[in-house]
């Protein structure tokens, strides 16, 4: 047609939808930003309104307009390689991601090595605005991240019990059904040589998951103090196993921190020559996908991260809109799931009651 103009048409303007829609410019600004002082209404009209004339929301400028990065930041401290083959982080982090692609969130991750790095992380995310709020994993003792956010007004959600009250979502669960459920399956099979592998124990999380074991193990008349810590890597818990292994009356059954380091504890149990249950009998931490498919299947302890990441991008989300939690959120109990890695405990081990 004569006068017709080619090729992308021209942006919606402001004072187009404000003329369309009967209302101000500066009415149609707030509108379209998602400014306070507007009447649900009426933003809903020059809302549609707009859309009816082919705007669509500029993320930047929507940015730009109510100080918002429109990121989340995860932050792991973490030997890089037990990162790259631990299924709870990678799961974690896809519950993360299927939520914020519904949303304009992204997700902002750093991998660091050292307590002071993650101190530097979270100042380079939170300090400098590059984030809208954060997702705080693995809990430490004497939390100094905690204190940073609250300084900061920064809204984030804890997977775990912070120091201090907050107004701000708590993820909890509690992993005791699971671990008297575990040892009660050892005690039942007649070990008496129980040792566990834990995870380095200024983290929160790994020292009191090593203390609920201990406490059920002394109930069940099991010495509940033997114990070795490594980092959660498959080198590290190799290492531990052979030590465990080397010891003078070595144990019957080992109960380790995560699977990964368990698997590296069966090959270790099969290089000696020992067979898995018949002399040693071997429990994990985090049901990850291989362990149903070994031969034999690992006896482990389930939990649900794709869940609690998913969880945790909502509660965040609504956290950075102004929500405010009075109680923590109980999530998905850990459970206890017996396979065939686990079975009695062999006769001529059974007599010796210590280390």
Do not use: C
């Not at 008349?221 to 052979?242: I, Q």
């Amino acid at each position: 047609m004569a006068g017709s103009s080619q090729g992308k048409s021209a942006p919606v303007r402001i004072g187009d939808v404000a003329a369309a829609a009967g209302v101000s410019t500066a009415l149609v600004s707030y509108a379209l930003n998602g400014r306070p002082g507007v009447k649900d209404s009426t933003r809903d009209h020059i809302i549609a309104t707009a859309r009816k004339m082919g705007w669509t929301p500029s993320l930047r400028a929507r940015s730009l307009s109510v100080s918002r990065a429109y990121a989340i930041g995860l932050v792991f401290q973490a030997n890089p390689e037990m990162l790259a083959n631990d299924q709870y982080f990678t799961s974690l982090m896809a519950g993360i991601q299927s939520v914020l692609s519904a949303s304009t969130y992204s997700l902002v991750t750093e991998v660091v090595a050292r307590a002071d790095a993650e101190a530097d992380a979270y100042q380079r995310l939170a300090g400098a605005g590059r984030v809208d709020g954060m997702i705080v994993v693995d809990l430490q003792n004497d939390d100094g991240r905690f204190a940073f956010l609250r300084d900061s007004g920064l809204p984030f959600v804890s997977l775990g019990r912070p120091p201090g009250d907050t107004s701000m979502p708590v993820m909890l669960y509690d992993e005791t059904d699971a671990i008297t459920e575990a040892v009660a399956h050892l005690a039942g099979l007649g070990h008496k040589l129980v040792a566990q592998v834990v995870g380095p124990q200024e983290g929160g999380a790994a020292l009191l998951r090593r203390e609920l074991y201990q406490r059920m193990l002394r109930k069940h008349g099991l010495d509940g103090g033997w114990w070795v810590e490594a980092d959660y890597t498959a080198p590290g818990g190799r290492v531990a196993t052979e030590a465990l292994l080397d010891a003078e009356a070595p144990p019957t059954a080992i109960i380790y921190s995560n699977d990964l380091m368990a698997l590296a504890g069966m090959s270790v149990v099969y290089d000696r020559g020992l067979r898995i249950p018949e002399d040693v009998s071997i429990v994990g931490w985090d049901d990850t996908v291989v362990s149903q498919y070994l031969h034999p299947a690992l006896s482990t302890v389930s939990h649900h991260p794709y869940e609690d990441g998913q969880m945790a991008a909502k509660l965040l989300l609504e956290a950075i809109e102004g929500r405010r939690f009075e109680v923590p959120i109980w999530t998905r109990n850990p459970r206890f799931v017996a396979r065939q890695s686990t079975g009695p405990a062999p006769v001529q081990d059974t007599k010796n009651s210590s280390v």
